[in-house]
């Protein structure tokens, strides 16, 4: 059998490796340059560098904005384990009604958050589909809207889909004949779940998780759209605001900077995980 050149498997790479490197590494780069500039120095062409003082400042006067760029997400990302890890047992082990429309569901992030926060936001107002809702309660819009919660409620819903798939995933591997042993040997229902199943597919739940977190780390439109002044304190909304509004470019690079070391990280421990299970 004739060996394919190892030239021809560097030429089918080149287009991905130009990719990478002119749409994410340069640009990556470019963005860490200018964490360590004063202002808009670097975009006028005449760059300031001011060593780590930047950081210093985020981390002094931005310490809340970091907390809830990590809460908000890390309190969906717990939602969607509550409510994912059953759904995805049930798409996998039982037949339940309209599962087809189920699955096909599960690639709504792909389209983008806008949905989840511009459908959510109306829903809230007044007229909106709560609002028999809030004359039952006697709450009023401002009691939901505009809070972290709604915040928490739009990220694991976005999310959601992905905590079912690698659950699913993971559900999808256990050999059906070991919770059957377990059976066998006298174990009832519940305890087979917990003592065989539950430790089996942790690996898929722990990655979803995981997954889910880093990518509502990111969420711009849904703190944006459904947060308040508070809720919306997060490191992409101040990012826009220092750049559009303050034009401090080098305070909002430095955000950026730590924003995508924090979701690297996420997705490192998610790949991590997936391949130490598989």
Request: positive net charge; aromatic residues 14%.
């Amino acid at each position: 059998m004739n060996r394919v050149p190892k030239a021809s498997y560097i030429l089918l790479a080149l287009p991905t490796i130009a990719y990478l490197v002119f749409f994410w590494l340069i640009p990556l780069s470019n963005v860490v340059i200018i964490s360590f500039t004063e202002g808009e120095s670097f975009i006028l062409g005449r760059p300031r560098y001011i060593g780590l003082q930047n950081y210093a400042a985020v981390m002094g006067s931005y310490a809340s904005t970091i907390r809830n760029t990590i809460i908000l997400p890390l309190s969906a990302a717990f939602v969607d384990f509550i409510v994912g890890y059953p759904l995805a047992y049930l798409l996998v082990r039982r037949k339940i009604l309209l599962q087809n429309v189920l699955r096909a569901s599960l690639l709504f992030p792909y389209f983008g958050d806008i949905y989840v926060s511009y459908g959510l936001w109306n829903m809230f107002l007044p007229g909106g589909v709560f609002d028999t809702l809030y004359s039952i309660t006697g709450l009023s819009y401002r009691h939901v809207l505009y809070t972290s919660y709604a915040v928490v409620l739009g990220f694991s819903i976005f999310t959601l889909p992905f905590m079912v798939l690698y659950t699913s995933a993971s559900l999808s591997e256990i050999d059906p004949s070991i919770e059957e042993a377990a059976y066998t040997l006298g174990a009832s229902p519940l305890k087979t779940f917990i003592k065989v199943t539950l430790p089996l597919s942790a690996p898929g739940a722990v990655s979803g998780f995981i997954a889910c977190f880093g990518w509502n780390l990111g969420g711009y439109l849904i703190p944006l759209l459904l947060g308040g002044v508070e809720a919306s304190n997060v490191i992409t909304v101040k990012v826009v605001h220092l750049t559009l509004q303050l034009h401090n470019y080098g305070l909002a690079a430095s955000l950026a900077t730590m924003l995508v070391a924090m979701t690297l990280f996420s997705t490192y421990l998610t790949f991590k995980i997936t391949k130490v299970a598989g």
